[in-house]
């Protein structure tokens, strides 16, 4: 156990007030703790097990660095505001609680509004979150000096290199003892969520736990180190809440309890459609050909997004140019999904609310004039009647008639999983770059079930992953060119080049 006195130094600004030199800060920090605490990296991963200490240790570190170094700014990140007011904000251990005597003589102020303690120093200790689609942004021009990653898992690759650029001194004057530690980035996470993957790759699988390595310069350069932490690494838990292991032990998954007792990274991959990625299967669009098979999707939603997709299934031949030149060629059977209208209002996960008529109205708008679609399969939930019509009645009436889904929720993961890996290296699914808000930002974003890994979260925002679902799982066959001969078929092929990279985008 270590126990850190912050007492306050002669000549730094306003009085003392600590009363004769008392001390105003009092934390003692677990062994584990500690070793993370002195770590000379700076791009540190304190973390694994649930409740091993992670949150309390970035509180403590933040606080050290505004008492030693004036004028420093720290930022303390959670993904979500509620996550960050309970975790940090409240209870014993939480940021008030420890800064009570130096609040009470002056030295440090909460300011609500700005969510960020100032202290008389000229430190500041940001909570920052990013909870809402943009909320990045207000980043762009911050000059960050010391950044904390609480559950960095949380947090997406494109965030966290996005915050990592801008860790930087500017005009911050450190102190000689502290010149090789500053700037530096310190994150604390439990394994699993939709940053397990790159979180792993960036610092479990490059170097042994503990070992200090140097990051590629391509992916900041700084000096990375893992320390793990496990459960039985904070005693506090155990001696306040005896039961909380036995709780632990008791979720429904071994391979979870594995994870969040003993922060094995292997166990649990949180991101659902690991194998997403935005060089495979995002692709710029180009004219459909006309005799492709083409069809929808929907998945409903009001208070919640709705999801509809528009496909058209590849028939092995080349399709036409696009834009640059560059002809698409797709093997037989590859979907793609050419349109997309996702019902949301911007913010994340928050329908439209309009009514299931507008919707169909809507989806007809969007259509071309002669586009021929062969059948639309939409949520089983659609053809639900309770007091009236049902939501597939009046998607019928307004001249789009549905077709319900397999209603199959593993075997549709499997499906869609299966799709993306593709077959010979070429993906069985692909959408075009035009896909942006639902496909191309919510499915690297799906999380596992939890209690059950062979199936997504459906808390996560899951709605155009269910329609690409009832999409994979509807048995879309081939259409082949009637004017195509045979002689041309079998040229195709003997010389057709096998999909390769050079239709992908970026
Ligand atoms: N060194 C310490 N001294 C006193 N209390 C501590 C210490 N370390 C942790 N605690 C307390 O133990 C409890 C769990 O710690 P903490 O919240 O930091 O764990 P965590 O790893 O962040 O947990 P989770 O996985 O739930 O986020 C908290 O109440 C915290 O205040
Ligand atoms: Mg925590």
């Not at 070793?35 to 403590?60: D, I, M, N």
């Not at 939709?194 to 503990?210: C, L, Q, T, Y």
């Not at 309890?257 to 166990?267: E, F, N, S, T």
């Not at 789009?400 to 889904?405: A, D, F, G, N, Q």
């Amino acid at each position: 156990m270590t126990l850190i006195r912050q007492k306050r130094r002669a000549g730094q600004g306003g009085p003392d007030q600590t009363g004769g030199g008392g001390h105003f800060l009092r934390v003692s920090l677990h062994a584990k703790q500690s070793l993370a605490f002195v770590s000379p990296a700076t791009e540190l991963l304190y973390g694994g097990a649930a409740g091993g200490g992670k949150s309390h240790l970035l509180r403590v570190s933040a606080i050290r660095w505004c008492l030693e170094v004036p004028g420093i700014q720290c930022y303390l990140f959670r993904k979500s505001h509620p996550d960050l007011r309970a975790n940090h904000l409240r209870g014993a251990g939480g940021l008030p609680a420890l800064l009570a005597t130096a609040t009470g003589r002056g030295l440090v102020k909460w300011h609500d509004q700005a969510r960020e303690f100032r202290f008389d120093n000229g430190a500041i200790l940001k909570l920052a979150h990013l909870q809402h689609e943009g909320d990045l942004d207000k980043y762009q021009g911050a000059d960050i000096h010391v950044l904390l990653m609480d559950e960095l898992t949380h947090f997406s690759a494109h965030q966290y290199r996005f915050l990592r650029a801008r860790v930087r001194l500017g005009g911050l004057q450190v102190p000689d003892r502290y010149a090789a530690l500053l700037p530096r980035i310190e994150c604390a996470t439990n394994p699993g969520s939709i940053g397990h993957a790159w979180v792993k790759r960036s610092w479990i699988e490059p170097a042994p736990p503990f070992q200090i390595h140097t990051a590629p310069t391509d992916d900041g350069g700084m000096q990375r180190q893992y320390i793990p932490a496990r459960l039985a690494d904070n005693p506090t838990l155990a001696e306040r809440d005896p039961g909380y292991l036995a709780r632990l032990e008791g979720l429904s998954h071994p391979a979870l309890v594995k994870a969040m007792r003993d922060g094995d990274w292997d166990i649990v991959a949180g991101q659902a459609l690991e194998m997403w990625s935005g060089e495979r299967h995002v692709i710029r669009p180009f004219a459909i050909p006309r005799h492709w098979l083409r069809f929808r999707s929907i998945d409903w939603g009001s208070s919640k997004p709705f999801s509809i997709g528009w496909w058209a299934v590849a028939d092995g031949n080349d399709g036409p140019l696009n834009k640059d030149g560059i002809p698409h060629i797709l093997a037989a059977g590859t979907l793609v999904r050419y349109r997309e209208w996702y019902g949301w209002n911007g913010a994340p996960d928050q329908g439209l609310r309009i009514t299931a008529r507008q919707v169909a109205s809507g989806l007809l708008e969007r259509q071309q004039e002669g586009e021929k679609i062969v059948y639309t399969v939409a949520d089983r939930a659609m053809f639900n009647r309770n007091d009236g019509p049902s939501v597939a009645e009046h998607f019928a009436r307004a001249g789009v008639p549905l077709r319900p889904s397999d209603s199959a929720r593993k075997a549709g993961f499997q499906e869609v999983r299966a799709r993306l890996i593709g077959t010979d290296g070429a993906p069985g699914l692909v959408v075009f770059d035009t896909c942006r808000d639902g496909a191309i930002r919510t499915l690297p974003n799906l999380v596992l079930d939890r209690d059950d890994p062979e199936d997504v979260d459906t808390r996560t925002e899951d709605h155009t992953y269910d329609e690409l679902r009832y999409a994979c799982m509807s048995r879309p066959w081939v259409q082949r060119s009637p004017r195509r001969s045979s002689a041309g078929d079998r040229w195709q092929q003997a010389f057709a080049p096998r999909p390769s990279a050079h239709w992908r985008t970026h």
